[in-house]
C-alpha cells in the first residue's frame, strides 16, 4: 500500500485560499487514482475531489466547482487541492485517499489496496 501525508492545511478568512498537498510513498503513485475527501465537525465524511491515474479526468463535489482544482505531479509523488474562494462551510479535515483499481468518488470505494491520509485541519472564518 502506498502511505500519504496532507500538508498545507490552516486557518484563512472567507474568500481566500489555501493548497493542500498530499506526498506519497512506498509504492508506484502513479498506479493510484487520488481522492479529497472532508469531514466537518459531527458530520459524515464526503467526497470532494478525484483526479485519475495520470490526471487526465477530474470529478468535484457540485458545491466546490468553480472554486477547488485537483490535479496531480506523478513525478513529484504528489496530489495538490488548490482552494480558492474558501466559504466558512469549506471548515472541515481533509483527508486524500487512494485506490488502485477506482477512481475514488465515494469513502467505500477506498478498497483494502487503497490508503487513507491522516488529514489536515482547514478553518474558514467569517
Known amino acids: 500500500q502506498v502511505q500519504l501525508v496532507e500538508s498545507g492545511g490552516g486557518l484563512v478568512q472567507a474568500g481566500g485560499s489555501l493548497r493542500l498537498s498530499c506526498a506519497a510513498s512506498?509504492?508506484?503513485?502513479?498506479?493510484?487514482?487520488m481522492g479529497w475527501f472532508r469531514q466537518a465537525l459531527g458530520k459524515e465524511r464526503e467526497f470532494v475531489a478525484a483526479?485519475?491515474?495520470?490526471?487526465?479526468?477530474?470529478y468535484y463535489l457540485e458545491s466546490v466547482k468553480g472554486r477547488f482544482t485537483c490535479s496531480r505531479d506523478n513525478a513529484k509523488n504528489t496530489m495538490y487541492l488548490q482552494m480558492n474562494s474558501l466559504k466558512p462551510e469549506d471548515t472541515a479535515v481533509y483527508y486524500c485517499?487512494?485506490?488502485?483499481?477506482?477512481?475514488?468518488?465515494?469513502?467505500?470505494?477506498?478498497?483494502?489496496?487503497?490508503?487513507w491520509g491522516q488529514g489536515t485541519q482547514v478553518t474558514v472564518s467569517s
Open positions: 485517499a487512494a485506490d488502485p483499481n477506482t477512481i475514488p468518488t465515494m469513502e467505500s470505494e477506498i478498497g483494502p489496496l487503497g490508503s
Open positions: 512506498g509504492r508506484t503513485f502513479s498506479s493510484y487514482a
Open positions: 483526479i485519475s491515474w495520470s490526471g487526465g479526468n477530474t
